[in-house]
């Protein structure tokens, strides 16, 4: 049965590897990205029903019009993946500035609560559909130079779980862990060491079908892609 799957961040990294699995097992994704290049790109590269458009998931306003436009051209999804994140450049916590540490913060928490205002009640009016929020390694443990990042990845964690006991039967949702993929985001932190891991393409054939059958059961577990 194919499925309806939102996912934001896809313009590279594991947004883009998963949209591009999603789509060749026949599924339906609808995606999201700041970049305009590679959202046009995507566009040439997966017609409809998958649509793509350019929203920052930190303006509350923009992810409110995307939401009323995809519900209604598509309907409540199915799974609801909030891929997008940021993270700081390595530094100690008290050199990061006001405002990359915002930055970091209104992407990677408040954008994944502006997500989910403005799909879940559509989701729970059928009181079905999965949510999943990409939290991280960094957000069961920590490490030097990566505070801000820690800070929003352990925030997902407790965001997701008290979601978790909120939701009506039927539904879920998930912290989930990807593991460690050689992505810009993990170049950023990891330097040349990243080449070491899987790319995000190696890591989305076992990460997509892992997602696929996530269901109810798995309501407020924090997982990790295996
Ligand atoms: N790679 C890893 O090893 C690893 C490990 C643990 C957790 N994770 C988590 O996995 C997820 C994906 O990471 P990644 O490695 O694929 O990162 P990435 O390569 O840096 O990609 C991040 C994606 O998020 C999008 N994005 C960033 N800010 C956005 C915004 N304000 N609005 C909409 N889209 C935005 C980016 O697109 P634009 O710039 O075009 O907006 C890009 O498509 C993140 O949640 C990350 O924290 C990754």
């Known amino acids: 049965m194919p499925k309806r799957i939102v996912i934001t961040g896809v313009t590279r990294g594991l947004g883009r590897a998963m949209t591009e699995e999603f789509v060749r097992l026949g599924h339906t994704v609808c995606g999201c990205g700041r970049g305009h290049k590679a959202i046009a790109q995507l566009r040439q590269a997966f017609s409809a029903p998958n649509v793509f458009e350019v929203v920052d998931v930190a303006a509350d306003e923009q992810v409110k019009n995307w939401a009323g436009r995809l519900l ?30 915002s930055d970091v913060i209104d992407v990677n928490i408040k954008g994944v609560a502006n997500v989910i205002r403005h799909f879940v009640p559509a989701m729970i009016e059928q009181r079905r559909g999965i949510i999943v929020n990409f939290s991280s390694g960094w957000g069961r443990s920590t490490d030097a130079e990566v505070a801000p990042y820690c800070a929003t990845k352990w925030a997902i964690e407790g965001l997701t779980q ?39 393409e190696q890591w989305a054939r076992k990460a997509v079908p892992f997602i696929l059958q996530l269901s109810a059961r798995d309501n407020g577990r924090p997982l990790t892609v295996q």
């Open 72 to 101: 209604e051209s598509h309907g409540p999804p199915d799974l609801l993946l909030n891929n997008a994140a940021l993270i700081n450049k390595n530094a100690p916590l008290w050199t990061i500035g006001a405002e990359e540490f």
């Open 162 to 200: 008290a979601l978790a006991q909120e939701l009506p039967d039927g539904m879920a949702a998930i912290p989930l862990n990807p593991g460690i993929i050689n992505t810009e985001m993990l170049q950023s932190c990891f330097g040349h060491s990243a080449s070491a891991y899987p790319s995000a």
